[in-house]
């Protein structure tokens, strides 16, 4: 999943509605479906809002810190990205999307440590 995304991503192009349920593995092989949000990286639609929406998805579904973390850690290392820099550029949205979920379907959410 981490290699898929970051080729989509390096490639200048995001799903723009990544979420579990939009994610198919069959064997080995790993397919992104709905991709009627599939655009070019732009001032909306950007590798951080994929990778929030995602982290989002991970903790709901019961994936704990390590995982996250892992997650990140992969991402930035074999994107040669400073994890720093993505964290505090996905904290806020990660929080917004929170706020969602809240909001839609009246539970807290589950915390995310991204230290």
Not at 40 to 53: E, L, P, S
Request: glycine content about 6%; charged content about 25%; hydrophobic content about 40%.
């Amino acid at each position: 999943l981490v290699q898929a995304l970051l080729k989509i991503h390096q490639h200048g192009f995001c799903h723009g509605d990544l979420k579990l349920r939009n994610i198919l593995v069959k064997d080995t092989a790993l397919y992104f479906i709905d991709l009627d949000s599939f655009s070019a990286i732009g001032w909306r639609k950007t590798a951080q809002t994929d990778m929030a929406r995602l982290i989002v998805g991970l903790s709901e579904a019961g994936c704990v810190n390590e995982d996250v973390d892992f997650f990140l850690h992969t991402y930035c290392q074999q994107g040669g990205l400073d994890r720093h820099v993505l964290v505090k550029k996905i904290r806020p949205l990660i929080a917004k999307f929170q706020c969602r979920h809240k909001r839609r379907h009246g539970r807290e959410p589950i915390a995310i440590d991204m230290t």
